[in-house]
């Protein structure tokens, strides 16, 4: 089911010293000392929701459903090993929606409504 391609959940992180110039960077969430990466599954954007994103002058790129997991709206998301991934270091993405469901079978699943980012951002290995 979600073998669509892997999605790392990142935050943004001032990685600067004290006193330099802002150096923002994605910075992979960890557990127990492993990235937080998971298989995803590409889903259909229905047209209420792209009528909605237009409404408050938004944009959805992309949406994945993964199994149940930690991620709040305003964090990042990098997808790669996808068909039309098109940077090598993996698509850099706002999350700009979670919702929590149960699937068809009663399994805990996470949607996340994506915004492709324009400048991408340096990430954090």
Same mark, same amino acid.
């Given at each position: 089911?979600?073998?669509?391609?892997?999605?790392?959940?990142?935050? $943004?992180?001032?990685? =600067? @010293?004290? %006193?330099?110039?802002? +150096?923002?960077?994605?910075?992979?969430?960890? #557990?127990?000392?492993?990235?937080?990466?998971?298989?995803? @599954?590409? !889903?259909?954007?229905?047209?209420? &929701?792209?009528? /909605? =994103?237009? %409404?408050?002058?938004? !944009?959805?790129?992309?949406?994945? !459903?993964?199994? &149940? =997991?930690?991620? &709040?709206?305003?964090? #990042? =998301?990098?997808?790669?090993?996808?068909?039309? *991934?098109?940077?090598?270091?993996?698509? *850099? #993405? !706002?999350?700009?929606?979670? /919702?929590?469901?149960?699937?068809?079978?009663? $399994? +805990?699943?996470?949607?996340?409504?994506?915004? &492709?980012?324009?400048?991408? #951002?340096?990430?954090? +290995?």
């Amino acid at each position: 089911m979600m073998d669509a391609g892997i999605v790392t959940v990142c935050t $943004l992180e001032d990685t =600067a @010293e004290p %006193g330099n110039m802002p +150096k923002p960077k994605l910075v992979p969430l960890v #557990y127990e000392d492993e990235e937080l990466s998971w298989g995803f @599954e590409e !889903r259909t954007v229905g047209l209420n &929701r792209q009528y /909605q =994103a237009k %409404g408050v002058s938004e !944009r959805v790129d992309m949406l994945i !459903r993964i199994w &149940r =997991a930690p991620v &709040r709206i305003g964090m #990042y =998301a990098v997808l790669t090993d996808y068909e039309g *991934q098109e940077n090598p270091e993996g698509d *850099q #993405y !706002r999350i700009d929606n979670v /919702q929590q469901i149960l699937d068809a079978n009663g $399994l +805990k699943v996470t949607d996340l409504t994506l915004y &492709r980012l324009e400048e991408l #951002y340096e990430v954090d +290995k």
